[in-house]
C-alpha cells in the first residue's frame, strides 16, 4: 500500500474508484472517499489545508491514475522523488569536542560581561554544564580542578572557578524557583511539624 495509515480497505475503495468508467460516477465515488478518509481523522479537520492533503493523498493512493476534477491543484508525481536541499554545517574546529559549541560560545560571552553578579551567576551555570558534557563522553569522574584548568583555556585565562562561583555551582534552582538547601530545609521543618503533631495525637 502506498499509504498504509489509511488501511487496506481505503485503498480497496481507491482502486475500484479507478476502475469506475463513467466520469460522474468516479467524481461521486472520489468525494465519498474523501469523506471517509476525513471522518479517520477527525482531530485533524481543523487544521489549515487538510482537505487539500486528503486530495493529495487520494492523487497517490491512485497512484497518479485517477481522472477526476480535483478541487485542488494536487501534489504532482514528479514531487514525491525530490530530494531537499543539503543542509550546510557549520565547520568549526572545537579544542574539546565534549564541550560542544554552545559551551564556547556562552564562555565568549561571559568574558564579555562585566565583573559581577550576573557574570558569576553565568560562569557558574557553564560550569554545571561542562561537567554534565565530560560526564556523558568520558564516562568518568571529574573534579573541579580539571573544569578550573578547561574554563581559564577557552577564555584565556579571563574566567576561573572560585569559591564563590563553586558555592554557586551547587545552589542550583529547583522547578519552584528556590534553593535545594532551602528545599530542604522547609521539608525538615514540615516534618518536624508532623511530628509534633502525631505526638500530640
Known amino acids: 500500500m502506498l499509504l498504509p495509515e489509511y488501511g487496506r480497505s481505503i485503498q480497496n475503495m481507491v482502486d475500484y474508484c479507478c476502475s469506475i468508467?463513467?466520469?460522474?460516477?468516479?467524481?461521486?465515488?472520489?468525494?465519498?472517499?474523501?469523506?471517509?478518509m476525513g471522518n479517520m481523522?477527525?482531530?485533524?479537520?481543523?487544521?489549515?489545508?487538510?482537505?487539500?492533503?486528503?486530495?493529495?493523498h487520494l492523487?497517490?493512493?491512485?497512484?497518479?491514475?485517477?481522472?477526476?476534477?480535483?478541487?485542488?491543484?494536487?501534489?504532482?508525481?514528479?514531487?514525491?522523488?525530490?530530494?531537499?536541499?543539503?543542509?550546510?554545517?557549520?565547520?568549526?574546529?572545537?579544542?574539546?569536542?565534549?564541550?560542544?559549541?554552545?559551551?564556547?560560545?556562552?564562555?565568549?560571552?561571559?568574558?564579555?560581561?562585566?565583573?559581577g553578579e550576573e557574570r558569576d551567576n553565568l560562569v557558574a551555570l557553564i560550569c554545571n554544564h561542562m561537567r554534565k558534557d565530560y560526564v556523558l563522553w568520558n564516562k568518568d569522574l571529574i573534579d573541579d580542578v580539571k573544569i578550573s584548568e578547561d574554563l581559564k583555556e577557552y577564555s584565556s585565562g579571563k574566567l576561573c572557578l572560585t569559591e564563590h562561583i563553586s558555592d554557586l555551582m551547587q545552589?542550583?534552582?529547583?522547578?519552584?524557583?528556590?534553593?535545594?538547601?532551602?528545599?530542604?530545609?522547609?521539608?525538615?521543618?514540615?516534618n518536624q511539624k508532623n511530628n509534633k503533631r502525631n505526638f500530640k495525637k
Request: proline content about 6%.
Open 171 to 190: 545552589q542550583r534552582f529547583t522547578v519552584y524557583g528556590r534553593p535545594s538547601n532551602e528545599r530542604k530545609s522547609n521539608g525538615n521543618a514540615k
Open 59 to 115: 492523487a497517490i493512493m491512485s497512484d497518479f491514475k485517477l481522472d477526476i476534477d480535483y478541487p485542488y491543484e494536487v501534489i504532482k508525481e514528479d514531487n514525491l522523488i525530490v530530494k531537499p536541499d543539503q543542509i550546510s554545517y557549520p565547520h568549526k574546529k572545537i579544542r574539546y569536542r565534549h564541550y560542544g559549541q554552545i559551551i564556547v560560545d556562552l564562555i565568549d560571552k561571559a568574558c564579555e560581561m562585566p565583573e
Open 21 to 36: 468508467s463513467q466520469r460522474e460516477e468516479r467524481q461521486r465515488c472520489a468525494n465519498s472517499i474523501i469523506a471517509t
Open 41 to 56: 481523522f477527525p482531530q485533524l479537520r481543523d487544521v489549515p489545508d487538510f482537505k487539500h492533503k486528503l486530495w493529495d
